[in-house]
């Protein structure tokens, strides 16, 4: 069943089995669980997306690129 199927039917329904499909719905979602490992494993990849061989620019530095930026956009 597609989502925009579900959605109409969910919206035919009157409220108190509306109100039931959610507590159903909340109470699925309380039984599951998300790993410690599966949660450090994603932390770590995130960390490697950002990881570069260069430093960090100065503050000079990012002002001169967020100038550079502005003139870009504004004044061309």
Do not use: H
């Not at 959605?7 to 009157?14: H, V």
């Not at 620019?57 to 100038?67: I, N």
Request: aromatic fraction near 2%; charged fraction near 30%; glycine fraction near 2%.
């Amino acid at each position: 069943m597609l989502s925009q199927e579900l959605k109409a039917q969910i919206f035919n329904l009157p409220p108190s089995d509306r109100l039931a499909l959610i507590s159903a719905i909340v109470e699925s979602l309380q039984n599951t669980t998300i790993t410690q490992p599966d949660r450090s494993a994603a932390i770590q990849r995130m960390r490697g997306l950002l990881k570069t061989e260069r430093p960090s620019p100065t503050d000079e530095e990012v002002a001169a690129m967020l100038e550079e930026r502005r003139v870009e956009k504004y004044l061309q």
